[in-house]
């Protein structure tokens, strides 16, 4: 850290040749200038700091320390000084969205929400149900779009546990059978189980 002086001392005349011009300051380099009279001057380096504490040479006391300035300039981080680490830089970016990333973007100085769907609770509890995350929004749902059958005796479905799939979409049967089921390979219903 820099040693930085915080007092600035009166003129006093000196004699280069006899006076040291001591201020009893450890900190400060002192001696006698024949025009600018006795000088003492902060050693740079002198005091000691730390990550959060600059050292500083004061002309009265000595070595002391005052706070690092941490301002990256940046409104969307919260500055702070940690004695591990020095200054730390942390978004405060918060849409209280559970499903989007919350950043700051320090080129642009500005919070983004990212929509990111990996985030959403319980995604795939119920696969008819599709969950979207939308910035600004939240958790959007959507009902699931089947692809229509292949065959014409089924009809799309969709079930929570299975998600899209085909159902006989078969009349009941005659009267005389106890079964109406879709053949594939007829593409058609056949009654089954029918009484001759």
């Not at 918060?94 to 500005?110: G, L, P």
């Not at 959403?120 to 910035?135: E, S």
């Not at 089947?146 to 009941?172: H, K, N, Q």
Request: with cysteine; glycine share 6%.
């Amino acid at each position: 850290s820099t040693t930085t002086s915080t007092t600035t001392r009166t003129f006093r005349s000196c004699n280069p040749a006899v006076d040291t011009c001591d201020d009893g300051i450890d900190c400060t380099e002192d001696f006698c200038d024949a025009e600018l009279g006795c000088q003492n001057l902060p050693v740079p380096g002198f005091c000691p700091g730390s990550l959060c504490q600059e050292g500083v040479c004061d002309a009265t006391l000595g070595c002391t320390t005052i706070p690092v300035v941490c301002d990256d300039g940046v409104p969307c981080t919260t500055d702070t000084c940690s004695i591990e680490f020095g200054c730390v830089y942390t978004s405060n970016c918060n849409d209280n969205i559970q499903c989007t990333e919350d950043r700051c973007n320090v080129t642009s100085k500005a919070c983004e929400f990212i929509p990111d769907d990996s985030r959403i609770p319980n995604r795939f509890a119920d696969l008819c149900d599709i969950k979207t995350c939308v910035a600004g929004v939240g958790v959007v749902h959507t009902n699931a779009t089947c692809p229509p059958p292949i065959y014409s005796c089924e009809v799309s479905v969709c079930l929570p546990t299975t998600g899209c799939g085909y159902a006989s979409d078969c009349p009941p049967p005659p009267s005389n059978c106890q079964f109406n089921v879709c053949s594939r390979d007829l593409d058609r219903c056949v009654p089954t189980n029918c009484a001759v």
